[in-house]
């Protein structure tokens, strides 16, 4: 008896399998060309900055220091917790005529530009400063929390809004790849090598000019590109993906929280995750070698090579997604990379390579190379494993709670954010960080530390995010289910919302 009914819920999810081969999914595409080239040009903006040496603008330019930063990302990060919660209930049961995430969008961008503007003029207010001087610190406190809570609506809104503009998971998940594709050869990574060139010319003393003025030049021209263009994709996209016309309450949205057995997998990856300790390699690379401006060249040219491996990358991204779960290449993708990690460590602790320049570029080469070989992969399946879990939120529940998940799921990383931030701040004082010295110029004991700190430490101190990733529940099968019926029922919630419109409004008879 029980064989039968195990073949009949086969039988039952291959049909659905093959019907939404067949529906809506398959053959119809949303978004037209305007919008696409508007999505490349946004995704491409989320990376034109030179946010990679925000540590190094702190700590050298604005000089806060260590402890005292420890101090206030405490504050910041509770207050940051605290005004989550309202304002993701306020997100969810927003209802307009132009959506549920467009005004916040819509409307901040430009505010939230001119104000964050003032992040890169902080060194002119306090010209000359020590790193405890009160009257920046407090500006610095003040500045963190007002931007933090202007930036938790467009956070917020954002992360729903990518899982709206389709409700096509295909056609979703070909402008990720798209998206992930193009933008490296539309010079995203621009600013950082020209900024890293800029860094090695005044830090040399090659050029008279000051570290503000590079920071400050480069961070207002970013921003103010990057700007026009997401404001231009939230101008000309639209939110396709129906909402329940009832408002969920909060008590509904931390109920979806709890029952949506993806969102708490996916934070509870993150958590275990949010232990990792460590560093960015960009400092090991600047404060262990000098040269940032001639590593940057070599690092691009590195970089140009292993480039068309990671743009062929993409093409296995359908055939892998068709032969295996979603769970598969998300366990896999992450186990990858570690070992790719690994192994450059290796060739760092061997003979003390990681104070010779040309062994250490010879390594991160071939972990370009390697990393590259499923980067396609890598990109498309964590950004579309969210938006999987949106829809399974729906498929359960009958609503979608983007925002409230989405704080759920932020939440976990600012807890830990917090938490590891202060730990950060200590570790790098315990391994004899001096601020503000010349670069290249820390003791050999730091140097150590530093190149531990941006490898091995962050993967072993991460390694149990894995974990959570294995207990993935949506399979092939019952994603073709839950896709087939989420259709259907999309379907009917608009002609029901239709009939609704004729019954209020009828045609006025003629004659």
Not at 57 to 63: A, G, R
Not at 99 to 107: A, E, H, M, T
Request: proline letters at 4%; one cysteine or more; aromatic letters at 14%.
């Amino acid at each position: 008896m029980s064989e039968q009914i195990n073949d009949r819920e086969q039988t039952i999810a291959q049909e659905a399998e093959s019907r939404v081969d067949k529906n809506v999914y398959r053959s119809f595409n949303y978004i037209g060309t305007k919008e696409t080239i508007a999505y490349l040009f946004n995704d491409w903006s989320n990376t034109f900055n030179i946010n990679g040496y925000s540590q190094r603008f702190i700590w050298d330019v604005v000089k806060i220091d260590f402890n005292i930063a420890a101090i206030v990302g405490i504050f910041t990060g509770a207050w940051d917790i605290i005004n989550d919660t309202f304002i993701s209930a306020i997100v969810d049961n927003t209802r307009t005529r132009i959506g549920k995430f467009r005004p916040y969008l819509v409307g901040f961008q430009i505010p939230m530009t001119i104000i964050g503007l003032l992040y890169w003029f902080i060194p002119y207010f306090f010209p000359n400063t020590a790193g405890t001087y009160i009257p920046k610190l407090i500006f610095y406190y003040v500045f963190s929390v007002f931007t933090e809570t202007a930036n938790t609506f467009t956070g917020v809104a954002r992360s729903g809004y990518m899982s709206t503009i389709t409700p096509n998971p295909n056609e979703r998940v070909r402008l990720i790849t798209l998206a992930e594709l193009l933008t490296g050869y539309m010079g995203e990574d621009m600013p950082r090598y020209i900024f890293g060139f800029m860094y090695d010319m005044v830090t040399t003393g090659r050029w008279k000019i000051t570290l503000r003025s590079i920071f400050m030049g480069m961070g207002v021209g970013c921003a103010l590109i990057s700007s026009a263009f997401t404001l231009w994709f939230f101008l000309v996209s639209k939110e396709r993906v129906p909402q329940t016309i009832d408002r969920p309450s909060v008590k509904e949205g931390f109920k979806a929280i709890v029952t949506n057995y993806p969102v708490l997998l996916m934070c509870l990856s993150d958590f275990l995750s949010g232990f990792g300790v460590g560093t960015s390699q960009d400092n090991y690379w600047i404060d262990v070698f000098g040269q940032n401006s001639m590593i940057n060249t070599l690092k691009a040219l590195v970089s140009g090579i292993s480039g068309p491996v990671g743009s062929i990358s993409y093409a296995f991204v359908a055939p892998l997604r068709k032969r295996f779960s979603s769970k598969f290449l998300w366990v896999g993708s992450d186990m990858y990379g570690d070992f790719v990690t690994f192994g450059f460590f290796l060739l760092g602790i061997t003979n003390k390579n990681y104070l010779k320049l040309k062994p250490m570029l010879t390594g991160y080469g071939i972990t370009e190379f390697l990393s590259k070989l499923l980067f396609g992969v890598n990109k498309v399946i964590n950004a579309d494993l969210w938006n999987e879990a949106m829809d399974y939120c729906e498929w359960k529940h009958g609503y979608r709670m983007e925002a409230t998940t989405g704080v759920a799921k932020g939440l976990v990383q600012k807890l830990q954010g917090i938490f590891m931030g202060t730990i950060n701040n200590i570790v790098m004082k315990k391994v004899g960080y001096v601020q503000g010295l010349k670069v290249g110029t820390q003791d050999a004991r730091t140097k150590k530390w530093l190149f531990y700190l941006c490898t091995v430490v962050p993967l072993v101190t991460s390694a149990l995010g894995i974990v959570p990733k294995m207990l993935w529940p949506i399979s092939k099968k019952k994603r073709a289910q839950m896709y087939y019926e989420l259709s259907e029922r999309r379907s009917m919630m608009v002609d029901s919302y239709v009939n609704s419109l004729e019954e209020n409004n009828p045609e006025p008879e003629i004659g």
